[in-house]
């Protein structure tokens, strides 16, 4: 399996002098093609700062970077836009849906910036598959939490990035449609061959990933498979 | 143009307002504008229809045409292909409160008016009316008096729509106009007030009292007219001062508001640069729908405004300041383009 994501000693630091704080402290870690990662941590832990520089949003202080082989660390803000838009689908906490787009129109947006031309049948199954082809014509408002993440997922997985970046998917989600929500990224990562990291701290919503890394002061631990 | 339209589709208040703002100082511009070339119209008409080469004055006269002092003698030594005196009294008609311009030329002067019923006039007491005055009701063959001269003047002929200094503009001979302005003093030579010439003219050089100017060096100076225009034009343009702001201050808001969308759409790779065409678009669709409908609301008012307020468009300058209005929208949309380009898109996750 190819790796996607690779992180080589990577070290984030903020401030200097007495108010230095090392965020991220030599991180190693590698994530392979269709593979389910979960990081679990407490907040301050580091798990954001993880998830912006894997994502390309802020630059690591040292150490080195690649997405599906492409250096990151060394590219300016432009470059690492199109890399971002090319490479990872997002899926936020709330949601990273526009408000004022109706569903479909979220995804004619991600044809505009790419100038691309096509036409929605590869949405609409992917629509389909989601179980959310009749919510094309909603505004994000008008859907419930559930909803508009698996709007979300759609959305992330319609660029077919190489990696998904999931950053408390289920935070605004009673226990129920969190657990659906994981295991459509979990079922998501295995058949559409998407690596997939999803940063979260509620513990239930990790078993059933193919790894689990403890984030702890700035360093990843991989626990033991319990299974 | 994609997310600009769906946007003002889904906060259709929030960019009604803004349009209605547009539109509002838009209209204001196009009335404005409309009234101050009406007015302007009103001033100049009389003069600019003369379509003359040179106007020559007196030259202690200060271009005004009223102050100049000219005679026959004068007008003899003047060469050109084509050329007539003029003599200008301000007067009123006696029983109305109508005040009018009384021009006395000669008979076949080139800078006659056409008819457009009527003849020209012959004899002494003879006078043609413009449109403007025949329409309070006066018809060939009525007689009218002017000022404190007794006799009664018979008109002959109606022109189309004529002002001068926002007067009707009534032609005479120079007889009947000698009479109407200095009545029965005895003169030694026929005065006039300028000389208006057509091609090839030129000036005696032995005779230096007189000086020539051209048809708008003579509107300029006409008294009042440079003042009111400045004055209109000077509101009209701090109007696109206005503009710019409400528009600017507007976007700014709006954007402030989005600010964390932005960070997303920037944390998923959309560029600065599409979504500041976006705010740019936006800027634009307001300016256009704004000035389109204030031009139309514009052109209604025109059709209702009472004949006491001369209302003039001139579509090449409506044009102009479309596209300055347009403009100045833009521009009032750039102020926030700074504001899109610093958001963070790391602002987008954690929290």
């Given at each position: 399996m190819k790796d996607i994501l690779v992180m080589k000693n990577i070290v984030k630091t903020f401030g200097t002098g007495h108010t230095k704080v090392t965020a991220l402290k030599e991180i190693n870690f590698t994530v392979k093609q269709g593979e389910f990662v979960s990081i679990i941590g407490p907040s301050g832990s580091g798990k954001s700062t993880f998830l912006t520089i894997s994502g390309g949003l802020q630059t690591a202080t040292s150490g080195e970077i690649l997405i599906n082989g492409q250096t990151f660390s060394t590219l300016n803000e432009k470059k690492r836009a199109d890399l971002r838009f090319k490479e990872i689908g997002f899926i936020l906490q709330s949601s990273n849906l526009v408000p004022f787009l109706k569903v479909h129109e979220q995804f004619t947006l991600v044809k505009k910036v790419t100038k691309r031309k096509e036409d929605n049948t590869r949405l609409d199954s992917l629509l389909r598959s989601l179980d959310i082809?009749?919510?094309?014509?909603?505004?994000?408002?008008?859907?419930?939490g559930g909803e508009r993440q698996r709007v979300a997922i759609a959305r992330a997985l319609y660029n077919e990035p190489s990696l998904i970046l999931a950053d408390e998917p289920t935070a605004s989600l009673d226990t129920e449609h969190a657990y659906d929500v994981v295991n459509l990224l979990i079922k998501e990562a295995h058949e559409k061959q998407k690596a997939t990291i999803m940063v979260t701290h509620d513990e239930r919503m990790i078993q059933h990933s193919d790894r689990i890394f403890h984030m702890q002061d700035g360093q990843l631990v991989e626990k033991p498979f319990q299974q | 143009m994609f997310l600009a339209i769906k946007e003002m589709r889904y906060a259709k208040l929030r960019y009604g307002l803004i349009i209605g703002m547009m539109l509002l100082i838009a209209y204001v511009v196009f009335m404005l504008s409309g009234l101050a070339r009406g007015l302007a119209e009103e001033f100049k008409k009389g003069v600019e229809d003369w379509q003359a080469q040179e106007i020559i004055l007196s030259q202690e006269a200060n271009k005004t045409l009223t102050a100049s002092q000219l005679t026959m003698d004068d007008f003899d030594q003047i060469t050109a292909n084509q050329k007539a005196p003029i003599g200008i009294y301000n007067g009123a008609i006696k029983g109305t409160e109508q005040n009018v311009t009384v021009f006395g030329t000669t008979e076949k002067a080139f800078l006659l008016p056409t008819l457009i019923k009527g003849t020209r006039?012959?004899?002494?007491?003879e006078i043609i009316i413009p449109e403007n005055l025949a329409k309070d009701g006066y018809h060939i063959g009525d007689t009218i008096k002017i000022g404190s001269y007794p006799e009664a003047l018979t008109i002959v002929g109606i022109t189309s729509e004529n002002y001068y200094t926002v007067t009707p503009v009534i032609y005479t001979n120079l007889e009947t106009w000698t009479q109407l302005k200095f009545g029965d003093q005895p003169l030694n030579n026929q005065p006039i007030n300028a000389v208006i010439t057509k091609e090839n003219t030129q000036l005696p050089s032995?005779?230096?009292k007189m000086t020539s100017l051209t048809t708008p060096e003579l509107i300029e100076n006409i008294p009042g007219y440079s003042a009111q225009n400045l004055t209109l034009d000077a509101m009209i343009y701090f109007l696109f001062v206005v503009a710019t702001a409400v528009v600017g201050i507007f976007m700014y808001v709006i954007t402030l508001q989005k600010t964390a969308i932005f960070g997303v759409m920037k944390a998923q790779g959309i560029r600065n640069s599409f979504l500041a065409n976006s705010l740019i678009a936006q800027a634009f669709i307001v300016g256009v729908i704004g000035v389109g409908l204030a031009i139309l609301l514009a052109f209604g008012t025109s059709l209702v405004?009472?004949?006491?307020?001369p209302f003039a468009i001139i579509w090449s300058q409506w044009a102009l300041y479309s596209g300055l209005l347009i403009s100045v929208a833009i521009i009032g949309g750039l102020f926030s383009i700074r504001t899109v380009t610093k958001v963070d898109p790391i602002t987008a996750i954690g929290g």
């Amino acid at each position: 399996m190819k790796d996607i994501l690779v992180m080589k000693n990577i070290v984030k630091t903020f401030g200097t002098g007495h108010t230095k704080v090392t965020a991220l402290k030599e991180i190693n870690f590698t994530v392979k093609q269709g593979e389910f990662v979960s990081i679990i941590g407490p907040s301050g832990s580091g798990k954001s700062t993880f998830l912006t520089i894997s994502g390309g949003l802020q630059t690591a202080t040292s150490g080195e970077i690649l997405i599906n082989g492409q250096t990151f660390s060394t590219l300016n803000e432009k470059k690492r836009a199109d890399l971002r838009f090319k490479e990872i689908g997002f899926i936020l906490q709330s949601s990273n849906l526009v408000p004022f787009l109706k569903v479909h129109e979220q995804f004619t947006l991600v044809k505009k910036v790419t100038k691309r031309k096509e036409d929605n049948t590869r949405l609409d199954s992917l629509l389909r598959s989601l179980d959310i082809y009749d919510l094309k014509e909603k505004y994000p408002r008008d859907l419930s939490g559930g909803e508009r993440q698996r709007v979300a997922i759609a959305r992330a997985l319609y660029n077919e990035p190489s990696l998904i970046l999931a950053d408390e998917p289920t935070a605004s989600l009673d226990t129920e449609h969190a657990y659906d929500v994981v295991n459509l990224l979990i079922k998501e990562a295995h058949e559409k061959q998407k690596a997939t990291i999803m940063v979260t701290h509620d513990e239930r919503m990790i078993q059933h990933s193919d790894r689990i890394f403890h984030m702890q002061d700035g360093q990843l631990v991989e626990k033991p498979f319990q299974q | 143009m994609f997310l600009a339209i769906k946007e003002m589709r889904y906060a259709k208040l929030r960019y009604g307002l803004i349009i209605g703002m547009m539109l509002l100082i838009a209209y204001v511009v196009f009335m404005l504008s409309g009234l101050a070339r009406g007015l302007a119209e009103e001033f100049k008409k009389g003069v600019e229809d003369w379509q003359a080469q040179e106007i020559i004055l007196s030259q202690e006269a200060n271009k005004t045409l009223t102050a100049s002092q000219l005679t026959m003698d004068d007008f003899d030594q003047i060469t050109a292909n084509q050329k007539a005196p003029i003599g200008i009294y301000n007067g009123a008609i006696k029983g109305t409160e109508q005040n009018v311009t009384v021009f006395g030329t000669t008979e076949k002067a080139f800078l006659l008016p056409t008819l457009i019923k009527g003849t020209r006039f012959k004899q002494n007491n003879e006078i043609i009316i413009p449109e403007n005055l025949a329409k309070d009701g006066y018809h060939i063959g009525d007689t009218i008096k002017i000022g404190s001269y007794p006799e009664a003047l018979t008109i002959v002929g109606i022109t189309s729509e004529n002002y001068y200094t926002v007067t009707p503009v009534i032609y005479t001979n120079l007889e009947t106009w000698t009479q109407l302005k200095f009545g029965d003093q005895p003169l030694n030579n026929q005065p006039i007030n300028a000389v208006i010439t057509k091609e090839n003219t030129q000036l005696p050089s032995t005779n230096e009292k007189m000086t020539s100017l051209t048809t708008p060096e003579l509107i300029e100076n006409i008294p009042g007219y440079s003042a009111q225009n400045l004055t209109l034009d000077a509101m009209i343009y701090f109007l696109f001062v206005v503009a710019t702001a409400v528009v600017g201050i507007f976007m700014y808001v709006i954007t402030l508001q989005k600010t964390a969308i932005f960070g997303v759409m920037k944390a998923q790779g959309i560029r600065n640069s599409f979504l500041a065409n976006s705010l740019i678009a936006q800027a634009f669709i307001v300016g256009v729908i704004g000035v389109g409908l204030a031009i139309l609301l514009a052109f209604g008012t025109s059709l209702v405004l009472p004949d006491a307020m001369p209302f003039a468009i001139i579509w090449s300058q409506w044009a102009l300041y479309s596209g300055l209005l347009i403009s100045v929208a833009i521009i009032g949309g750039l102020f926030s383009i700074r504001t899109v380009t610093k958001v963070d898109p790391i602002t987008a996750i954690g929290g």
